[in-house]
């Protein structure tokens, strides 16, 4: 099975180790990462994902990133919002993605403990859900 993986920059350094994370869960679950996308932040995951998901070759997909805790509401509300685009792209091209973002609201000393559980479960998702 193929999947492709949708990674936000903002915060690279540590989305670089949840990828490589992802691309170990994956191997371990006979998964091969054959696209990985980069884009600038988790509000543009959803078009990436569109994207990727039109190809017929990629039978699943993961997001990976990062919302931090901020001083105002803008966190919880972009979280919402990619969430709810991400269970619409689901329905829509009827293959399965993982949500592997971190937050909103993490704060930085949460960060490190989360990359490779969430990374790790978000790919167990999409591999449970293609049984």
């Known amino acids: 099975m193929n999947l492709g993986i949708v990674c936000g920059s903002f915060h690279r ?3 670089e180790e949840m990828l490589e994370f992802a691309k170990d869960e994956a191997a371990s679950k006979n998964w091969e990462v054959v696209d990985v996308s980069w884009v600038p932040g988790s509000m543009e995951a959803p078009l990436a ?3 990727m998901l039109q190809e017929e070759e990629i039978h699943g997909a993961v997001v990976l990133g ?3 805790r901020g001083e105002t509401d803008h966190g919880l509300v972009m979280g919402q919002s990619v969430t709810g685009a991400v269970i619409e792209l689901q329905i ?3 293959k399965p993605i993982g949500l592997g973002i971190i ?3 993490a704060k930085p000393e949460h960060i490190g403990p989360r ?3 969430h990374a790790r479960a978000a ?3 999409v591999a449970a859900m293609s049984e």
């Open 13 to 15: 350094e540590e989305v």
């Open 49 to 51: 994902l569109d994207r």
């Open 66 to 68: 990062i919302i931090e």
């Open 92 to 94: 829509k091209h009827n």
């Open 103 to 105: 937050g909103p609201g």
């Open 115 to 117: 990359l490779e559980p």
């Open 123 to 125: 790919v167990g998702a």
